[in-house]
């Protein structure tokens, strides 16, 4: 009798899917032979993650579709609505991270990397991990705006002086509720009314904000990210940069697609992108890795 049931563990042990090792995994992924990215930050920084990821694993063909996160999201409903999946693996902004998990758009995937991040930044249930965070700032064209005059709080923008000359990203939805919830609803939405009196100027687009602060087409730029400004910083643009607080925090949830045309290449770059060489790629872009034992640049 005893015989007879250790012969059945056996057999049911050997039925029994076997975790793949890693030259497994590897050939399953090359075998699938591309990785498609989906993505809401520019194009240069999402080349620079795919060509890393090309140098390890050559025979992928790793590609790229970004926008902004709002445009991404509308992209991914109408693929799939349409029955058509194309992309393996998002990285967008919170919001839309946890629309994408509510409307059951992700897989959950364990990756052995993700112990090297923080509860907060990663999803109990596996389905994304954030890759980097932005920390919205008001940035400021250095020329045009004296030191004395910089804001050292939201309400220093109510003043006289910077009716029209300042511009924000036109979907800043986030930050909006951000500032709602720390002032208080009430002092919240007259703040909000307050400041729409100071006619700023909508812009779509973190980055363009930044680059016509440094162009002078206006004097300060509210709710744009201050790794943006530190990147053109070494250019020579007259840009700087302060926190006003409540400090807007922007978490990128990265993630595999529930439909998935190559799964086994999108966790090989999931991998990657959470590895500390991939989050070594995020801080040469002089945004701020997740990773706890990757600092950012500058620090």
């Not at 049911?12 to 090359?30: G, V």
């Not at 699938?32 to 990215?37: A, H, I, L, P, R």
């Not at 998002?90 to 090297?116: C, I, Q, W």
């Not at 939805?173 to 951000?178: K, V």
Request: net charge positive; glycine share 6%; with cysteine.
């Amino acid at each position: 009798m005893k015989q007879r049931t250790f012969l059945g563990v056996l057999l049911i042990a050997c039925l029994l899917p076997h975790p793949l090792t890693a030259a497994e995994w590897k050939d399953r992924a090359e075998a699938e032979g591309k990785m498609v990215f989906y993505a809401s930050f520019n194009a240069t920084d999402a080349k620079a993650l795919t060509d890393g990821f090309k140098q390890l694993y050559p025979k992928i063909d790793a590609v790229f579709y970004r926008t902004t996160d709002a445009q991404l999201m509308e992209r991914i409903l109408t693929e799939n609505r349409a029955g058509r999946f194309f992309w393996d693996v998002v990285m967008t902004t919170s919001f839309y991270g946890h629309n994408l998990k509510k409307r059951v758009l992700l897989a959950p995937y364990d990756s052995p990397e993700r112990k090297y991040y923080r509860d907060g930044y990663k999803d109990p249930q596996g389905m994304w991990t954030s890759t980097y965070t932005n920390y919205a700032a008001f940035g400021y064209n250095t020329k045009l705006v004296p030191k004395g005059s910089v804001p050292k709080s939201h309400s220093d923008l109510l003043k006289p002086e910077w009716k029209g000359q300042f511009g924000m990203e036109g979907r800043a939805y986030e930050w909006f509720a951000t500032l709602i919830h720390a002032m208080g609803e009430e002092k919240g939405l007259a703040f909000m009314r307050a400041l729409a009196q100071q006619q700023p100027q909508a812009r779509t687009g973190r980055t363009l904000l930044v680059q016509l602060v440094a162009a002078g087409e206006f004097k300060g730029a509210l709710t744009a990210y201050s790794t943006t400004f530190e990147v053109l910083k070494p250019t020579g643009a007259p840009v700087e940069w302060v926190y006003l607080d409540p400090v807007f925090a922007n978490i990128h949830p990265t993630a595999l697609s529930a439909k998935a045309p190559h799964p086994n290449a999108g966790k090989l770059f999931l991998d990657f992108f959470l590895s500390k060489r991939g989050q070594e790629v995020i801080r040469a872009l002089k945004r701020i890795p997740d990773r706890i034992d990757t600092l950012p640049d500058p620090p």
